[in-house]
């Protein structure tokens, strides 16, 4: 179902065909990746072992262009176009961590980006869900993703303010871009009991990462770290004018 349940060797001879570089018993990034986990990850706090594991494995630079590729593995984000960027390693990491994953799980993903935090995500529950709101970006990570093997992967080209009704209730959502306020339709998507994760605060300069959990239908927040992301374009914009 996921990339997870590939044996090793499989993993590689996909990731050969896509790179045309690698063979079953080579993989160039490996000690790019060991030192990230070690160095920029676990060296910074995450310890959970299904994050770090799935990230020690998961081909990064295969998410990026190809002139970036040896810089994928940095801990910064680099852009992707349209104006957009993959995080940093740690952020992904520490977004990750904190929504507290079960294997069981059903997530929506608002962002998706370069497809790697729906990539991450997939290796450790049954279900993501991820929207982008830019056409080309979408087309591009839904192609990835589907390159790569995974299938427990949807990808909708659409303004994630609105979420993804049609698949709800979540145990989880992840919002990868920065808003002022949580989305009305993304709390209501969210089951009870389940747990949201967001830049929150000013657009244009730095966020707050916040945690949220639904209790009784309500929201109980949570600050977890100071971050930096782009923002979340579409309704949001239009909602808080």
């Known amino acids: 179902m996921t990339m997870n349940k590939y044996k090793p060797i499989a993993v590689i001879f996909i990731l050969s065909i896509i790179t045309g570089t690698c063979t079953a018993s ?17 060296a910074r706090g995450i310890k959970d072992k299904k994050v770090l ?4 494995r998961i081909p990064r630079h295969l998410f990026v262009e190809e002139y970036l590729k040896n810089r994928a593995y940095d801990d910064y984000p680099l852009p992707i176009g349209e104006g957009q960027t993959i995080s940093q390693p740690y952020v992904v990491a520490l977004m990750t961590e904190s929504l507290k ?10 962002g998706t980006g370069s497809g790697y935090q ?29 390159a790569l093997g995974y ?7 659409a ?8 698949y709800a209730s979540f145990d989880a959502i992840i919002i990868t871009a920065s808003a002022n306020h949580i989305p009305p339709p993304l709390i209501k998507q969210l089951k009870e009991g389940g747990r949201l994760i967001i830049p929150l605060g000013s657009t244009v300069y730095y966020q707050m990462l916040t945690i949220a959990r639904k209790k009784k239908g309500e929201l109980e ?7 930096a992301f782009v ?3 579409g309704a949001v914009e239009k909602r808080h004018k």
Not at 101 to 110: C, F
Not at 151 to 157: P, S
Request: net charge negative; charged share 40%; hydrophobic share 40%.
């Open 159 to 166: 303004d994630g303010y609105f979420g993804w009704e049609e």
């Open 26 to 42: 080579e993989d160039p990034y490996k000690s790019k990746r060991e030192f990230m986990i070690e160095h920029d990850i676990k």
């Open 221 to 227: 927040l949570e600050q977890i770290s100071p971050v």
């Open 118 to 146: 729906a990539a991450v995500l997939a290796e450790i529950v049954k279900d993501v869900y991820t929207i982008e709101i830019k056409k080309g970006l979408a087309e591009k990570a839904d192609k990835k993703l589907k």
């Open 231 to 233: 923002p979340m374009t």
């Open 101 to 110: 994953l079960k294997q069981t799980d059903r997530v929506l993903e608002i």
């Open 53 to 56: 594991d799935v990230m020690g």
């Open 151 to 157: 299938k427990n992967i949807r990808v909708k080209y």
